[in-house]
């Protein structure tokens, strides 16, 4: 089992290259378009966009985005649907979004779809600033704003990641609207293609000190999918068993919210320092939650029995499941149901890893079961990190197959022996 397991691992490693360079294209094309030079992209295009996008027109439709928006900011990719990937481009004036359409991970076509533009009042605000800078995603605008634990704390990626999430909720941004000031708080409302968002902006001394959503808890039908999917993971792991552990799966779920609690201000402490990347970030929020969740599944998990172990982690995974019904309510109350798949898929995987602490410690390998599980799960929490700020029907679909091939690797082996298993009877002083 060990030995297998450790293969497994190996090769999601040599795999993980190639789940980050899945889009190189777009890639190449942000490098081309921030640094003015087609070299980077060339390699990337196929032979007919070779000739019907040159060098020549490449500069010369740069050349003009820029006469007419003003120098790029930056630009980040923001997407994919079907073969189609989307990259926005910031420029000063404007945001504009690309579609590449990519064919053997090649552009293969390419045209403008989108161009935002704020508006053209003489000058921005600080809070106008940073209700253009939510409406555009362009992000430059209202940095230059920002008081110094604002910079801090609200980073680009933190930006990125709420959008997304609004968007993700509540559909596309289409505008705003003013409604009130009271003192050094301005109210606005977020209109969204499926509803409006109540937004603050708090400005003191001309720079931003503040940015808060006033999110609605709202429950529909469609915001318990990860109920549900967590819910009927439960009851097949309870039809196989033909028992289940309510004490153990009570403390599954008592040990996630002590997880959460403590790796959460983890996850945050490179915003509060001002550290770095993207990457950085998205890999340090992983590594957190990889870590905190698997040490506290594996103490709890060592000295019992398999049965045990298993609803240790189904429970855990249920409280998960639970969680993110209470996060659907609040940014919108709807979930599309890709979010029941998750849930099912996610519970298995906690219910299989302290499963395997368990039988790993016995047999006496427990730390390198531990290494191994924390990181699997650093490259999922990663991954996960990063479809939050940059969404990918691809890369959300890797995330799924490992989370999947995991669990699978771990309960075709061991609930066999979990279900088998004879338990010694506990004396009850």
């Not at 533009?117 to 940073?130: C, I, N, S, V, Y």
């Amino acid at each position: 089992m060990k030995h297998a397991l450790f293969l497994f691992t190996a090769l999601l490693v040599l795999t993980f290259p190639l789940v980050s360079a899945q889009t190189a294209a777009s890639g190449a094309f942000i490098k081309s378009m921030e640094r003015g030079e087609y070299s980077y992209l060339k390699p990337y295009l196929t032979s007919q966009m070779q000739s019907a996008f040159p060098e020549s027109k490449f500069t010369e439709l740069r050349s003009s985005l820029i006469e007419k928006y003003g120098t790029i900011i930056n630009a980040s990719y923001s997407g994919s649907e079907g073969n189609a990937e989307y990259v926005r481009v910031n420029f000063e004036r404007a945001s504009v979004v690309f579609k590449l359409v990519i064919e053997n991970q090649k552009i293969a076509g390419l045209w403008i779809v989108k161009v935002s533009q704020p508006h053209q009042e003489p000058g921005l605000t600080p809070q106008e600033a940073m209700m253009e800078a939510i409406v555009t995603g362009n992000y430059s605008l209202a940095e230059g704003y920002f008081s110094p634990l604002m910079k801090r704390v609200f980073t680009r990626a933190l930006f990125e990641k709420t959008r997304n999430m609004i968007i993700r909720y509540n559909g596309e941004i289409r505008g705003y609207s003013f409604e009130k000031r009271a003192g050094t708080v301005y109210y606005y409302r977020l209109i969204c293609e499926k509803r409006d968002i109540g937004v603050t902006v708090t400005v003191e001394n001309g720079m931003i000190t503040g940015f808060h959503m006033s999110l609605s808890f709202r429950l529909s039908a469609q915001a318990f999918y990860p109920f549900f999917g967590a819910l009927l993971a439960l009851l097949l792991l309870g039809a196989y068993l033909r028992k289940v552990k309510f004490a153990e799966l009570l403390l599954g779920m008592v040990l996630f919210i002590v997880a959460i609690a403590v790796q959460t201000p983890l996850q945050n402490l490179p915003r509060l320092f001002g550290a770095g990347t993207l990457v950085s970030l998205v890999l340090w929020s992983g590594l957190m939650a990889a870590a905190v969740q698997e040490s506290v599944k594996y103490y709890f998990s060592r000295n019992r029995s398999l049965k045990e172990a298993l609803y240790v982690g189904a429970g855990f995974g249920f409280a998960e499941g639970v969680l993110t019904v209470g996060i659907v309510a609040a940014f919108g109350g709807s979930a599309s149901p890709v979010s029941f798949l998750e849930r099912f898929i996610v519970l298995f995987f906690h219910a299989s890893t302290t499963l395997l602490f368990a039988h790993a410690y016995k047999e006496g390998w427990g730390i390198r079961a531990f290494g191994v599980m924390t990181l699997i799960h650093w490259i999922m929490d990663s991954l996960t990190a990063y479809w939050n700020i940059h969404p990918s029907a691809g890369l959300l679909a890797t995330i799924y197959i490992i989370t999947a091939l995991t669990s699978a690797a771990v309960l075709l082996t061991l609930a066999g022996k979990a279900k088998n298993e004879v338990e010694e009877v506990k004396v009850l002083w």
